[in-house]
């Protein structure tokens, strides 16, 4: 059997994808490998929810076939969303991520209280377990979403703009502890965000969205000044510093 | 104390009712308010009110029918005799209830747009409803659209109760799932949870208590009871525990404390509830605010 196809965890097969009778992208055909860490990015209505929501069941594809093998996925939600006037604890909170796990009426047991533990020190917020979770900063907020995510004990962590909204210690905290994950955990990460240089230093592999049309590779080969003009209309410099990736518009000299 | 054991003398059922229907109202409040909808709590009860006033038109004798296929005397029950007006009020509250779930996840209307809609449409129709109801009946509709705490009687208390059952069954038993929708409803889809059915038991739920309070207490103590409570409970707890109890504390307690006033004050009752619950509300806020 080939090797690569071994690794293989999600394959989309000719699939469109789209709202009704509206396509917003056909002809997606690309493999998902048990390790990846893969970065969407493009502009704003290219499809990237589009394609998020479809991967997670929440809509079907229009036509083609997507094999996820019963994989079990980890959502981490644009923080803004979930916005509780309830005081809901960060305990509350995690625990929730068992809640798809126990059958219709089976209410949490010893060993979903040990797993909803050990995704609060994953994450480093054990600290904050009796905490309400409206009275926390926006970085720890993302930490505790990213917690319920791992209480899941997902094979795919998916998660949709983390770093939207946070301050800069924040913002490089919550890259690291993904990438952390990644790395030491070796799930399959999928992160959507519209900077694209950290994306670019995060991930190994790039799709980039443009209206109808997508490109999936690695993130050097996707991240050109050709492409990124291409898909955002504008020029966009890409530069690699000290190993870094820094890509910014070009401005009028 | 001698007014108290005549208000129980007289109206026992009045009293224990109005603490189930504020139980009711406020236990739901809670969700409603969180989940900031609560305007489906006026579209709810305008929907049901609809409802009651179609029920006017005999267009289906629903009491005949059932009369029939159960050999009673429609005449002589009076529990058939109310069946119509509940039955409608049930039926249009959850035809609201659908319609409103169609805006979950879609793009063209706001959640606020499609409830403005049934408020309005659900007000308009039942004005159409009087006009061409029987004049004789006219005044009967007008009294249960205004809805009394005071004419709650036996079988009302008994519904009411069979419903904070049902409520609290359902609550119990789908905690996890309602709890998850209610709360982030795109990641309980993500992780596998069928959010839309789940909001939709939850909306459902909702529709049954606010259509069978409205129908027995009025739409003014039923929409107050849904807000009120749950908000007073919300600025005053610190665990979600105690939200649920605050805000039905004050949902049960109020009703009859409420009874006793508009007794002394030959006041109605319904409103007298409202502007007590209000009052409770102000200074709570007031406490709240001066002690940031």
């Keep these: 059997m080939d090797k690569n196809k071994t690794n293989q965890i999600i394959t989309f097969s000719d699939v469109s994808i789209g709202y009704g009778r509206k396509i917003v992208l056909s002809n997606l055909n690309l493999s998902i490998e048990n390790n990846d860490f893969i970065g969407l990015v493009g502009p704003n209505g290219a499809g990237k929810t589009t394609f998020l929501r479809t991967l997670l069941g929440n809509i079907k594809p229009l036509s083609g076939t997507i094999e996820k093998n019963n994989l079990v996925f980890g959502y981490v939600p644009q923080r803004d969303v979930v916005q509780p006037l309830l005081p809901y604890t960060v305990h509350d909170v995690v625990m929730m991520g068992r809640y798809s796990l126990l059958g219709l009426f089976k209410t949490p047991g010893k060993s979903d209280e040990q797993i909803v533990m050990k995704s609060l020190r994953r994450v480093g917020i054990e600290n904050l377990k009796t905490m309400n979770y409206n009275s926390l900063s926006g970085g720890q907020r993302q930490r505790v979403l990213i917690a319920r995510a791992l209480a899941v004990q997902p094979d795919v962590l998916i998660l949709d703009e983390p770093t939207n909204g946070l301050d800069t210690p924040s913002h490089y905290s919550v890259l690291n502890l993904v990438a952390e994950l990644h790395d030491e955990s070796h799930l399959a990460v999928l992160i959507v965000s519209h900077l694209l240089s950290d994306v670019a230093n995060l991930v190994k592999k790039i799709i980039l969205f443009e209206a109808g049309n997508f490109q999936f590779g690695l993130t050097e080969e996707i991240l050109s000044e050709a492409n990124l003009a291409k898909t955002y209309s504008a020029n966009i410099e890409v530069k690699k510093l000290g190993g870094e990736f820094l890509i910014t518009s070009k401005h009028r000299s | ?292």
């Design chain 2, 1 to 292: 104390m001698e007014t108290i054991n005549l208000l129980i003398e007289l109206f026992p059922y009045a009293i224990f009712g109005s603490i189930v229907a504020g139980i009711i109202c406020s236990f739901l409040g809670v969700f409603v308010v969180s989940q900031r909808v609560v305007f489906l709590g006026a579209a709810l009860t305008q929907a049901a009110i609809a409802g009651v006033a179609f029920s006017f038109l005999h267009l289906l004798n629903l009491e005949q029918i059932l009369a029939n296929l159960f050999g009673i005397q429609s005449i002589d029950d009076s529990f058939l005799h109310h069946f119509e007006h509940t039955f409608f009020s049930l039926l249009f509250a959850l035809i609201a209830v659908l319609i409103f779930s169609q805006s979950y996840r879609q793009k063209f209307l706001t959640t606020d747009g499609l409830l403005g809609i049934i408020f309005v449409v659900a007000i308009a129709i039942r004005i159409i409803f009087i006009q061409k109801s029987p004049i004789a009946e006219v005044a009967e509709i007008e009294s249960i659209l205004k809805g009394d705490i005071l004419f709650i009687g036996s079988q009302e208390f008994y519904t009411l109760f069979v419903i904070l059952v049902i409520i609290g069954l359902i609550f119990s038993l789908f905690s996890k799932q309602l709890k998850f929708v209610t709360f982030d409803a795109d990641t309980a889809s993500a992780h596998g949870i069928n959010a839309r059915f789940w909001l939709l038991v939850f909306y459902f739920t909702v529709g049954i208590g606010i259509s069978l309070t409205t129908r027995f207490v009025g739409d003014v103590f039923t929409f107050a009871f849904l807000i009120l409570p749950a908000s007073i409970a919300i600025l005053l707890a610190k665990r979600i525990l105690n939200v649920f109890l605050y805000s039905v504390i004050i949902g049960g307690l109020v009703p009859p404390v409420a009874i006793y006033i508009a007794f002394q004050l030959d006041i109605s009752s319904g409103p007298t509830a409202v502007v007590v619950v209000f009052i409770i509300f102000l200074i709570v806020y007031a406490i709240k605010k001066l002690s940031k």
